[in-house]
Every structure is written in C-alpha cells, then in structure tokens.
C-alpha cells in the first residue's frame, strides 16, 4: 500500500492539476472552449420560476369519443349495418344492433386489421375497449388508447408551450415532458411569472361563429357569455373560421376609433370562407369566441375579401399584445393546469448563494481546525486532501456541467465533514498498529490495508443514500444527492492518492522517528 | 477502556422508551408537514418598512378569506412567512400583491412563491416514504451481503431506532416536515449504517482475531477500539452541520437541524443499540465462520 511510482505520482498530479483547473474555470473566463465550463445555479439559486403543468385531457376523450360517433355510423353504413341509440354519456358512447349483426360488429372491433378498432402489435391491445350485453355496445377508449391520447396531446401542447414561452422571450427556459400527461417548464432569472402563468392558463381556442336567434340551427347553437359583461348570446355552433387558419396576429392602434385592436391575417383557405361569410351575412353578427367566451360580435357590414381583419373588445395594449400572441403560437389541444409552482426572486438567491458560501467557508475552517489539532503532520495531510477533495468535487461538477442547487451546497459541506472520515479510520488504525509494531513503514502499511474494507463499506452505505435520493428527489434534492454522491468518489481519490502519497512521502523521510503519529 | 456493555440493559430500556414515546407522539400529535406533503401556498416576503410586523400582516391578510393562514417572522423582523391552504385559488398571489400594495404601499419584496397542488402533494409524500424504505431495503441487504444476518438486524434495528427517534422530536417540537427532511432522513440512514458498518467491521475482525472471548466483552473492545474514530468523525460531520444551522441562512435550518439530531442518534445507536443486538443474538465465532470463505 506505500509505494507509488514516478508514473503514478505524475500521473496524480496531473489529474489533481486538471481538475483545478476546471474548477477555477468557474471564477476565470477561458478562451478554450473546452475549458469554459461553468456549474449552472439552480433555480434556488438565481432566481426563477418551476412550472409543473398538467394537461386535463378530459375534453380532448371526449371530443375524441364524439368524432368517433360519426366515424362508426359512416363506416358501419358503409357495410350495410343498422346501428342504432347511438349516444354518448358518461364519457362512453354505446349503440345498438339487432341480432344479425351482432357477430359481424363484435368481430369489425375485434379484428387486428380492423380500421375502425386500430390494434398496436407492439402492446398486444387495441385502441378501444368494446363491451357487448344484450345487443348494446359500449365503446370507451382501452389504457393503451388513452395513452395514446394522451401522448399525443403531450406533445401538442408542448409544441405550443415552447413557442409561447420563445415568444416572450425568457433566456434559456427549459421545457421538458414528465409522464405522459405534464409538462415541466424551469424559466431562469423570472421572478415574476404572473404573465408566463396567465398565458399557459389559456387555451386560447378562437373561433368564428355567427350569432344566431335560431335554436333550431341545423348545427346547434348554444348560449356563451361575453368576455366583458355577463351578458350572454345565443352563437351558432357552426365555426366559419378557427385559430388554425390564422398567419398572423399582431397588436395594432386603431386610428379611426382610438382603439387597442388585434390585426389577423388568414391563410388561403381561411380568406375563402371568411370572404364567403362576410358576403353571405351582410348584417349579421360575426362572434369571435375564445375559449367558450365572446370577446366581441361585431355586425358584418361589408364583404371582406382581403383575407386580414380586426379584433376588437376593449382591449389594453397589454391584453392585446397577449392575445396576439396567444393566436400566434396557436391553440392548446386541452387546457393546461399549473400543479405546482415553485418561485425564487432573484434577491433571495443570491442572499442564498452567500449563506452558503458562508457556512462552507466557516464549516471548512472548524474542520480543517479541529484535524489539524488532533493529527498535527498527518492533519495537515489530510487537509491538504480535502482542499484538493473540494476543488476534484468542483471540478467534477463542472465538467458535467451539473446544476448546484442551496441544498447542492449543504451537500459539500457535508462532504467536508464526513470526508475526514477515511483517513481518520486509516490514521487511527495505524495509530493502534504501532502499539505492537515498531517499525514505522510495516504499522502504515497495515494500517492502510485493515481499515480498507470499513472504508469501502462505509462509503457505499452512503453513496447507496445518495443514489437512492438522486433517482426518488427532484430539483433541489437532487442537487443534494448529486453533491453527496460525487464527493464520495473524490473523497476516496483524495484519500488514497493524495493523502497517501503524502503520507508515503512523510514516513519514508522519517521512518526511524518514534511516536510519528 | 470505557465499559459500555455495562449499560447495555439501561440504554436498551431508554432506548425502547425513547421509541415508544417518539411513536407515541408520531401517532398522536403526528407530523407537522409543510406544503410540500400537504398542498398549499406558501410565501416569503421581505418588506421594506420597519412598522409592518406579523399582527398587522396577518390582520390584513385575513381579510381576504384565504382561509386558515399562518404568518410568521423568517429569521429576522423584516422577513416574513405566509402559508396557507389554497383551495384552487389561482390568481390569488397576484391578488394579495395587489392588496398589500394597496394598505401598506408598494413596500413588499416577494422572495419566494411556491405552490404545491394537493395531487402533487400527495405524489411527493409517497415518493418520500418509498425513498426511505428502499433506502432501509437496500442497507438491510447490503449488510446481509457483507455481513451474516445477525448484523444486518441489529443495523437495521439502529436504523430504524434513528429515523423513529429524529422524526418524533420534529413531532415534538412540532418542526415542519418537507422534502429537504426527507433528504436529512435518507442521508442520516447512510451515516447511521457508515458508523455501524465500522464497528461491525471491528467486531467481525475480532471475533477471528480472539476465539475465546464472548460477544458481550468483545463488543465492548471493539466499541472502544474504534471510539475516537466514532468520536471524531462526528465532530467533524456536526462542526459541518453546525456551521449550516448558524450560517447556511433560514432555507437550511429545518435540514441541518434534523442532520444534526440523526448524527448525535446515529452515534448513539451504532453503540448502544447495533451492538446489543448482536449480544442479545448470541453472535460468536461460529457465526462469521461460515462467511470467512466469502471474503
């Protein structure tokens, strides 16, 4: 255990030198690429806002469910099968047949090549459930069609949460999936997320729709409230135009009424039938509904032809500028809920940031201190590791780049603490070797070897914690796990490198010296 | 050499008090968990003007019906703390800006927002808990495999006297439980098993090294043969943990201090209560003489 070859001691240092080297690359900017890495701060650290959302996919099943009833009557008129009662309730659609085909229906669902009924090969299942009793089908979507769903949407909505986000122009958010139905939004440096929520709160689902007295509409009709005023309108649910056939929106001043309005462009299909609408309903009133919400019906006076138009419904040049946005980024697939939100003003991190410089500082003196005192030579030693043990576990953590977190910092500090560990049990070993061992160099040696296995187990049992808090925690805790974890790699480096190198260096000079430790 | 395994049977019994009792507690008071594993909002502020202080804060605040709310000071007269129960309120941070800038002017620096939902919540506490049970799985097997199975109990025993004990006094003192706890908890199982493991480790050794002397008196050799390592590293790791509880700023505090019971616990147990177990299992050299081969 006490020699160390040339090569090794060069190749230690070397090591030791590198990470030095890129730990400082936090303090110093580098030129070289590879050397400019630096340890990113947690949100806890610099300030900044954690979303968690979840996607309510309620409505997009249900819409799902609805559209499927019209596919099942044309496909099964298709086939000459008379179905009837079809109906949707309890988020369930069912309908019935007679007897003669019964056989053929249950076998349309059950077929693995069945185009109403999709089967996935890969999860040995089909995309709906389908129950038959007493001639009644019932249809609801199986656990593997609902995932589907729901994937789906998650990717819509992430879609259009990212170009949200891009459109207010926040430096480097990071948004990421989480399961199938959420979606993690981490947005560096906002301490007011007021604006950010207020937009991923809304669908933004805008509609053209004509306001209609007729109840008897061939498409439906139902009562919507105005944005503004809880007056209501009875709105055709026929929808002229959707957020879709949109271009382009934009916030522009109304020279004519001095008004914030929004100006739209339609896409080509989209400037067809508006120019239709708009010619057909000359004196109607056109309602522009967003989200189940009128925000205005203007009456239709002329053909517009043009393929561009005006919103207006009292709109602050604030409030205008967001629903521009929101109709350029597009409309959510289903409405979005923030679960969890977690929000540090930028003050509070930096105060945090030097408390925790703070505390490792004071907490690396007491126990540079105390070894010292207790070891003298060999506690010097041992200090000397630990001073290159915090640069290797900066050093690590910024070559990966890893985030540092406030408890990310409690973790080094612990890692100061409990880092002396190792070499505390060598030294003690070896201080109970020489009560029957003269010679210097055999009781260092076998101090090193017999206290090997506690170490080893004693460093696992931790490093097991850490891993196991890595995988379970998020954000913070895990910059605490991380922390923790690495430093029981860099403290057995510096123990079995450093230190003994040190230490092998020190006794070799001074072998014949009684009481050395 | 101290006589620890004279009090074997007296620090068993407080031991088993100190167990019934913080279970006592942990079932009747229970736990004061934060919103983190309860939902709700919660609110760091710092204000600017030295009149404001928690009474009119929190006459102001309950005025606006957010139901049961609790201000507090955070560290220090400037800086405050509001929690409450948030029952689906969602703009209502944006409203109690409004209103505080309205009675007491634009004096409120808000440091931190967080609000956790009740499903989210409830997710985090079972994640929490299957945490530290895999952690107790994995350290149970762990030092089965290293070790023979008298050990891995009389660990675990520990472990869970340690966990037990330090989540009781939080009871008692009706400190607040969050996910930094959590992470106290689980780092206080490895350094509770750390400091066990070592002693074990001695005692294994021992039982090769002396085929004559029983458990009860080698136990003790080995307790006093590994002390001041125990000794020492403890004072380090607390001079660390102390240096967060006094300078790591208010964040840290629930989290040190939860480290800093553990670490006393953890010391206390791999003495008094790992050992004991071993005694009262009657380990002896034939125990370990079947696991030499496996070395």
Same mark, same amino acid.
Not at chain 1, 357 to 364: R, T
């Given at each position: 255990?006490?020699?160390?070859?040339?090569?090794?001691?060069?190749?230690?240092? *070397?090591?030791?030198?590198?990470?030095?080297? %890129?730990?400082?690359?936090? #303090?110093?900017? @580098? &030129?070289? +690429?590879?050397? $400019?890495?630096?340890?990113?701060?947690?949100?806890?650290?610099?300030?900044?806002?954690?979303?968690?959302?979840?996607?309510?996919?309620?409505?997009?099943?249900?819409?799902?469910?609805?559209?499927?009833?019209?596919?099942?009557?044309?496909?099964?008129?298709?086939?000459?099968?008379?179905?009837?009662?079809?109906?949707?309730?309890?988020?369930? *659609?069912?309908?019935?047949?007679?007897?003669? %085909?019964?056989?053929?229906? #249950?076998?349309? @669902? &059950?077929? +693995?090549?069945? $185009?109403?009924?999709?089967?996935?090969?890969?999860?040995?299942?089909?995309?709906?459930?389908?129950?038959?009793?007493?001639?009644?089908?019932?249809?609801?979507?199986?656990?593997?069609?609902?995932?589907e769903i729901k994937t789906s949407s998650q990717d819509q909505a992430l879609e259009i949460v990212r170009r949200r986000i891009d459109e207010i122009g926040t430096n480097e958010p990071n948004i990421l999936k989480r399961g199938n139905d959420r979606i993690l939004v981490e947005l560096p440096g906002l301490d007011d997320p007021m604006r950010i929520k207020s937009l991923l709160g809304k669908t933004a689902n805008l509609t053209f729709r004509f306001v209609t007295n007729d109840t008897e509409d061939s498409f439906g009709a139902e009562k919507l409230q105005y944005e503004e005023s809880s007056e209501e309108s009875m709105v055709s649910k026929r929808i002229i135009l959707s957020g879709d056939n949109l271009l382009d929106a934009q916030p522009r001043m109304n020279n004519e009424s001095n008004e914030t309005v929004v100006s739209f462009t339609l896409d080509r299909v989209g400037a067809k039938r508006f120019g239709k609408a708009t010619s057909t309903g000359i004196g109607k009133q056109l309602a522009i509904v967003l989200d189940g919400k009128i925000i205005s019906a203007p009456i239709i006076r002329d053909t517009i032809a043009s393929g561009s138009g005006q919103i207006s419904g009292g709109f602050t040049f604030q409030s205008a500028t967001d629903l521009a946005l929101l109709?350029?980024?597009?409309?959510?697939?289903?409405?979005?809920?923030?679960?969890?939100?977690?929000?540090?003003?930028?003050?509070?991190?930096?105060?945090?940031?030097?408390?925790?410089?703070?505390?490792?500082?004071?907490?690396?003196?007491?126990?540079?201190?105390?070894?010292?005192?207790?070891?003298?030579?060999?506690?010097?030693?041992?200090?000397?590791?630990?001073?290159?043990?915090?640069?290797?576990?900066?050093?690590?953590?910024?070559?990966?780049?890893?985030?540092?977190?406030?408890?990310?910092?409690?973790?080094?500090?612990?890692?100061?603490?409990?880092?002396?560990?190792?070499?505390?049990?060598?030294?003690?070993?070896?201080?109970?070797?020489?009560?029957?061992?003269?010679?210097?160099?055999?009781?260092?040696?076998?101090?090193?070897?017999?206290?090997?296995?506690?170490?080893?187990?004693?460093?696992i049992t931790t490093l097991l914690a850490a891993i196991i808090l890595f995988f379970m925690g998020s954000g913070p805790i895990k910059g605490f796990s991380l922390t923790l974890g690495v430093g029981i790699f860099t403290t057995l480096f510096s123990v079995y490198f450093i230190a003994r190198l040190l230490t092998v260096l020190y006794v070799s000079k001074n072998r014949e010296k009684e009481g050395l430790i | 050499?101290?006589?620890?395994?004279?009090?074997?049977?007296?620090?068993?019994?407080?031991?088993?008090?100190?167990?019934?009792?913080?279970?006592?507690?942990?079932?009747?008071?229970?736990?004061?968990?934060?919103?983190?594993?309860?939902?709700?909002?919660?609110?760091?502020?710092?204000?600017?003007?030295?009149?404001?202080?928690?009474?009119?804060?929190?006459?102001?605040?309950?005025?606006?019906?957010?139901?049961?709310?609790?201000?507090?000071?955070?560290?220090?007269?400037?800086?405050?703390?509001?929690?409450?129960?948030?029952?689906?309120?969602?703009?209502v941070i944006e409203e109690i800006k409004i209103n505080l800038d309205k009675s007491f002017g634009n004096n409120f620096n808000f440091r931190r927002v967080e609000n956790v939902g009740p499903k989210v919540s409830a997710e985090l506490l079972k994640s929490g808990v299957i945490a530290i049970s895999v952690a107790l799985v994995l350290m149970l097997i762990y030092i089965w495999i290293r070790f023979e199975w008298q050990f891995s109990l009389g660990a675990i025993i520990a472990l869970f006297h340690d966990v037990i004990v330090t989540l009781g006094l939080f009871s008692l003192l009706g400190l607040e439980i969050n996910l930094s706890i959590i992470a106290a908890v689980l780092t206080i199982v490895g350094y509770s098993m750390n400091d066990t493991v070592v002693i074990f480790d001695r005692v294994r050794e021992n039982l090769r090294k002396y085929s004559d002397i029983k458990i009860f008196e080698l136990s003790n050799i080995s307790i006093n043969e590994t002390l001041s390592r125990t000794l020492i590293t403890s004072i380090t790791t607390l001079l660390a943990l102390l240096s967060i509880f006094f300078f790591g700023g208010e964040i840290l505090k629930g989290f040190s201090l939860a480290m800093i019971f553990g670490v006393v616990f953890g010391t206390y147990s791999s003495i008094y209560i790992a050992n004991t177990i071993l005694v009262r299992l009657n380990v002896s050299q034939k125990t370990i003489l079947k696991e030499d081969d496996k070395i």
């Open positions: 255990m006490l020699y160390f070859s040339k090569l090794r001691i060069i190749f230690i240092s *070397l090591i030791s030198l590198l990470f030095i080297l %890129f730990a400082s690359s936090n #303090l110093f900017k @580098f &030129s070289n +690429e590879l050397l $400019d890495k630096k340890i990113n701060l947690g949100l806890d650290l610099q300030g900044g806002s954690y979303l968690l959302l979840e996607i309510d996919n309620t409505p997009v099943i249900e819409q799902k469910l609805q559209n499927l009833s019209i596919t099942l009557k044309n496909y099964f008129k298709e086939k000459n099968v008379r179905i009837s009662n079809l109906k949707f309730k309890d988020q369930k *659609l069912s309908f019935s047949v007679n007897d003669e %085909f019964k056989n053929l229906v #249950l076998e349309e @669902f &059950s077929d +693995e090549e069945s $185009d109403i009924n999709p089967y996935y090969q890969r999860f040995k299942s089909h995309q709906l459930d389908v129950v038959e009793e007493n001639n009644v089908f019932t249809i609801n979507y199986s656990k593997q069609g609902i995932i109709l350029r980024s597009g409309a959510l697939p289903a409405p979005l809920n923030i679960i969890e939100e977690r929000t540090v003003g930028p003050d509070l991190g930096q105060d945090s940031i030097n408390a925790g410089m703070i505390a490792l500082f004071i907490g690396f003196i007491l126990v540079i201190l105390f070894i010292f005192i207790k070891y003298k030579v060999f506690g010097l030693i041992t200090n000397i590791a630990l001073i290159v043990n915090l640069f290797l576990l900066i050093g690590v953590l910024t070559i990966f780049e890893a985030t540092l977190t406030l408890p990310g910092i409690a973790g080094i500090i612990l890692t100061v603490g409990m880092a002396v560990d190792a070499n505390v049990l060598i030294f003690e070993r070896i201080k109970e070797e020489l009560r029957n061992e003269k010679n210097n160099l055999i009781a260092f040696d076998s101090g090193y070897t017999k206290s090997r296995t506690a170490i080893l187990d004693a460093n | 050499m101290i006589a620890f395994n004279k009090y074997y049977n007296q620090f068993n019994l407080i031991s088993i008090s100190l167990v019934v009792i913080s279970l006592f507690f942990l079932v009747f008071k229970g736990l004061n968990f934060g919103i983190d594993f309860k939902g709700g909002t919660l609110i760091e502020l710092r204000s600017a003007d030295q009149k404001i202080n928690v009474s009119s804060l929190r006459d102001n605040l309950n005025q606006m019906n957010l139901g049961d709310i609790s201000v507090k000071n955070f560290g220090n007269q400037k800086d405050f703390l509001i929690k409450f129960e948030n029952n689906d309120n969602k703009n």
